[in-house]
C-alpha cells in the first residue's frame, strides 16, 4: 500500500475480520480513518485501539440512512434470488 498520510478512508463494516484488518493497515499507512457501522456498541472501543496505536481514527453513529441502504439492499439479494 502507498503512503496515505493526510489521506481520509471511510470503512463500513468495524467490528472483525476484513473490517477491521482494513482499519488497522489504512491507519497503520497514515490514513485518518471515519468508521461505520451498523452496530455502534463496538466503535469507540475500536477507534481507541486505534488511537492507542498512534492512529487517528473517529466513528460515525448516525447510520439511518446506512441502514435503510442495507436493507434495500438486501431486499434486492432476496428478489434476486427468488
Known amino acids: 500500500m502507498r503512503d ?3 489521506r481520509v478512508a ?3 463494516g468495524r467490528g472483525s475480520g476484513i473490517g477491521r484488518a482494513t482499519i488497522d493497515r489504512l491507519a497503520r499507512e497514515g ?3 471515519v468508521i461505520a457501522d ?3 456498541r463496538g466503535l469507540a472501543a475500536v477507534v481507541a485501539s486505534v ?3 498512534g492512529g487517528e481514527a473517529t466513528h460515525e453513529e448516525s447510520l439511518e440512512p446506512l441502514r435503510r441502504r ?3 439492499l ?3 439479494v432476496r428478489e434476486t434470488k427468488a
Open 74 to 76: 438486501e431486499q434486492a
Open 10 to 12: 471511510v470503512v463500513t
Open 38 to 40: 451498523v452496530d455502534e
Open 31 to 33: 490514513a485518518k480513518v
Open 51 to 53: 488511537r492507542a496505536r
Open 70 to 72: 442495507a436493507e434495500r
Open 4 to 6: 496515505l498520510a493526510g
